[in-house]
Structure formats: structure tokens, C-alpha cells
């Protein structure tokens, strides 16, 4: 796919990860962008879940197929290996049963895709360092009394984690301000997308 200038670096990378026509579970899909861009650009078969209604109702209000519901309470009735991808991308740091989540959505998805803030970042360390201050940056944008994040993960907390839970790594993106990073991700990368396997 060629390069949309306005579309969200994530989304872009996501988009060309998926394969054409594939059927797509976003968990916490916000209100719709990027399965909206999934049908459009890879005739995806999509679906959402949602926990927050208005977001949800502005997902439906475009035509797209999305529950509202809490993916900590379970997936269970989603059988095994129903999706080519299941897809959770900036959710992560807000979650508080990772490890379930994870779980759950490589028993429906074939394929997982997991995009997150990496809190390792250099800029984030600095400020740490420097001011003693939570750090506030594009990829962290919220001040400590107002973010919805109640984790902060880095690139190396979640390679640790896949290799303890024997999840493979399939591919892996860091993208920091100007576009992907290769050198030194944990560090120079503010967003890392992952796709796992089981």
C-alpha cells in the first residue's frame, strides 16, 4: 500500500501487515479508525469490541460491527482460532489483566498484533532523570492525574515476557518521531508493534 501521509504511522504499519480480506477482531477499537481503514484498503472482514459506549456508537454509526463490551471479563464465546488477526493495538499500558488478554486473543486470532508505548524511550528516561517528572510525550500525551494508562511496558519487558510464555515473535516495528528505528529500539523507539503467535 502506498504511503497515506495522513494516516497514523501504527495504522499504516498495521495495514500492511494484514493480508487482503482477512477477518479482523479489534479489541478496544477506539471509534473505528483503523477498521474502517482495514475494510477500505484490504476488504477486511472486521469487527470491534469496545468498552466505552459513545466510541462505540460512533463506530456504528459507520457501518462497523462492534460490541460493547469489557475484554477483561472474557471472550468466551468467540470460538478458537476464529480470526485471522486479532489486533491490540494502544491498549496495552491501559489494561489490568494483560496476561489474560494476551491469552484470549491468541486463542481466537491466528495471528496477534500488539501495538504499545514503549515508557523506555529515551525522552521518557530524561525527563525521569532530569525532573523527576512522569513524562509527558507523544507517545505518553497524558499528565499522571488525567492518563488512562495504569501500566507503563517497554519494547525489553514485552520480549522478556513472549520468550517466559513461549509466544513467538513473528515481526516487530519501532517507530519513533520521524518513522521506524532499527538501532537501539528499547531506547530511541517511542511505539513498538509486535506480531505473536502461539
Given at each position: 500500500m502506498e504511503k497515506n501521509e495522513a494516516m497514523k504511522p501504527d495504522h499504516q504499519i498495521i495495514i500492511d501487515i494484514i493480508h487482503e480480506g482477512a477477518h479482523v477482531l479489534d479489541?478496544?477499537?477506539?471509534?473505528g479508525e483503523l477498521l474502517s481503514l482495514l475494510?477500505?484498503?484490504?476488504?477486511?472482514?472486521?469487527?470491534?469490541?469496545?468498552?466505552?459506549?459513545?466510541?462505540?456508537h460512533a463506530c456504528v454509526e459507520i457501518g462497523l460491527t462492534v460490541l460493547q463490551?469489557?475484554?477483561?471479563s472474557g471472550l468466551v464465546d468467540y470460538p478458537d482460532q476464529s480470526f485471522d488477526y486479532v489486533i491490540l493495538n494502544q491498549i496495552m499500558q491501559e489494561i489490568k489483566k494483560a496476561d489474560y488478554v494476551i491469552s484470549e486473543s491468541l486463542r481466537l486470532g491466528r495471528k496477534v498484533i500488539v501495538g504499545f508505548p514503549n515508557f523506555a524511550h529515551l525522552s521518557a528516561?530524561?525527563?525521569?532523570?532530569?525532573?523527576?517528572?512522569?513524562?509527558?510525550?507523544?507517545?505518553?500525551?497524558y499528565y499522571w492525574f488525567e492518563t488512562p494508562n495504569i501500566r507503563f511496558l517497554t519494547i525489553r519487558d514485552f520480549?522478556?515476557?513472549?520468550?517466559k510464555?513461549?509466544?513467538?515473535?513473528?515481526?516487530?516495528?519501532y517507530l519513533g518521531k520521524r518513522?521506524?528505528?532499527?538501532f537501539l529500539p528499547n531506547l530511541m523507539a517511542q511505539n513498538a508493534?509486535?506480531?505473536?503467535?502461539?
Open positions: 479489541l478496544g477499537c477506539g471509534n475494510r477500505q484498503y484490504k476488504s477486511a472482514r472486521v469487527q470491534g469490541i469496545e468498552l466505552d459506549e459513545e466510541q462505540m463490551g469489557d475484554i477483561e528516561r530524561l525527563t525521569l532523570l532530569l525532573s523527576g517528572k512522569t513524562p509527558i510525550n507523544e507517545a505518553l500525551p520480549i522478556d515476557y513472549c520468550a510464555k513461549n509466544i513467538s515473535i513473528e515481526q516487530q516495528y518513522g521506524r528505528i532499527s508493534i509486535f506480531v505473536i503467535t502461539k
